[in-house]
């Protein structure tokens, strides 16, 4: 891959464009695998190798390194508690990746600290940090080799009941089981192609078999058929069970029950609060979006 041997500033530069263009799962899984100092040095370990899962980011500002001149995030500050769903909303640009990227700490702001239960991103070991989260991005790649491997991907040592019933809590042992190879089938570009809904499934198998204590979620944007949506949807909710979630919505539609929303807008939070105070600002930016989303 050609993240092997890089370095993190180097992967981090690659990482937002990478994602949008070819939805490099496994890239992106590498990174949060990857053992390698952050940008800033740790200045000490924090002694707990589990997280909460509470994040606060406390006056953030950013611009990425290629871009000084571009004020990407302005001030923005928020918390999510343990085992709360937060969704991040807002026009294309307006900076959610970003916010995904400082959380994964792909990049350190420029301004502002994200803390992690209370303590700075920068005093928690990388390894640590990213061992804790998991992402289900929303084009999902599966590397070539066998679903087995695409599921156990980040816990290599997982038993066979692990990973079936990883896929069971996903909602694709159905699917995985009507193959005649089973796991053991080969997808990609030299296997079996599989479905949009299917690699998602596969995706969040794998998310499942992590067990991670945030899990960030990139809705998918294309349209899945009713059924294979109402399966991804499904396994999503059981996924964000017990665990805090962060889901960067486009689709206003599946955030209701979020415990909050968080409004951006050119690199701002404009609003915050949940689906029944927003809708209820007149003029709000979180209304004219639904508004423009329901009106088609
Ligand atoms: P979308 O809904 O389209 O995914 P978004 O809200 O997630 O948008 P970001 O991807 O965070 O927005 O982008 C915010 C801004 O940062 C955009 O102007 C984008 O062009 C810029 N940007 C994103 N990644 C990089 C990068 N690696 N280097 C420089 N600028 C970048």
Redesign the pocket.
Known sequence: SVFIGGSIAGLA?IY??LQKSIGATENLMEILDEPEEAITPVTHIAPADQLDGQISFRNISFH?P??PD?T?LKDVSFDVDEDQKVALV?P???????IVSLLLRLYDPIDGRVLYDGKPGTSIQLSVLRSQMAVVPQDVFLFGGTIRENIAYGKPDATEDEIEAAARKANAWEFIRNFPLGLETIVGERGIQLSGGQRQRIAIARAVLKNPRILILDEATSALDSESERLVQDALDKLMEGRTSIV?AHRLSTIRQADKIIV?DKGQIVEQGTHTELIGVDGGLYRMLSEMQFSH
């Open positions: 530069e937002t464009s990425y290629s871009r571009l990407i807002g294309s640009g307006a900076g959610k990746s970003t960067i951006l």
